[in-house]
């Protein structure tokens, strides 16, 4: 059924691309939505009961998303498309209700409001539109960049002979520690370790 309604929404899309599902929630409320409050902003208290209960679902399939009321029983009640600017209007008095954008299959578009019974469940959704939202910027990013010249860094010690300096006191002094080490080493040691040997 998804995948249908996809494609009737979007007839250019591929049938080889993969549905995506970026939220699932049992149980939505859809309301018919009254006047805006005074500030300009809808009041989820105004809406009176659900005129529909049902599952929503945020899917994609390729770069092309949408939200999904369905029944219960089968079929779907409204569809919302969702792209990279696609922002849920939220409500004055609550943090569960949305107001949503839907499209039917002429194409005409109306408002209506959407709710639900916790608050997680309302993150869900907010949460899967940014995801699908944060994969498309991505894509269009790197879209954008793709024939942008890449510093190429020299990690080379370049030309020339590398010199370390190193007087001759210090080698004095260096043989003079190891030998005196050694000394030490073969008091301590029961058999006979010759001169020559190097310890590490």
């Not at 194409?107 to 916790?118: S, T």
């Not at 991505?138 to 960049?145: L, V």
Request: glycine share 8%; aromatic share 8%; net charge positive.
């Amino acid at each position: 059924r998804i995948n249908a309604v996809l494609h009737q929404a979007y007839p250019s899309m591929s049938e080889d691309q993969v549905i995506k599902t970026y939220a699932s929630i049992e149980t939505c409320f859809a309301f018919r939505l009254a006047a805006r409050t005074g500030a300009g902003q809808y009041s989820a208290k105004t809406w009176g009961d659900p005129a529909w209960q049902g599952k929503c679902k945020m899917v994609a399939k390729g770069d092309k998303g949408m939200i999904i009321l369905e029944h219960e029983t089968g079929g779907y009640f409204a569809k919302s498309p969702v792209d990279i600017d696609t922002v849920l209007e939220g409500v004055v008095d609550s943090s569960r209700y949305f107001v949503l954008r839907v499209v039917n299959d002429e194409g005409k578009k109306a408002f209506i409001g959407i709710g639900f019974g916790d608050r997680s469940h309302a993150f869900d959704l907010k949460s899967g539109i940014q995801r699908f939202q944060n994969i498309l910027k991505a894509e269009k990013d790197a879209q954008e960049h793709k024939n942008d010249p890449v510093e190429q860094k020299d990690y080379s010690l370049g030309k020339g002979k590398i010199h370390v300096n190193l007087s001759k006191n210090q080698l004095k002094t260096k043989g003079k520690k190891d030998k005196s080490k050694k000394k030490k080493k073969k008091k301590k040691t029961e058999e006979d370790v010759p001169e020559d040997w190097v310890q590490f």
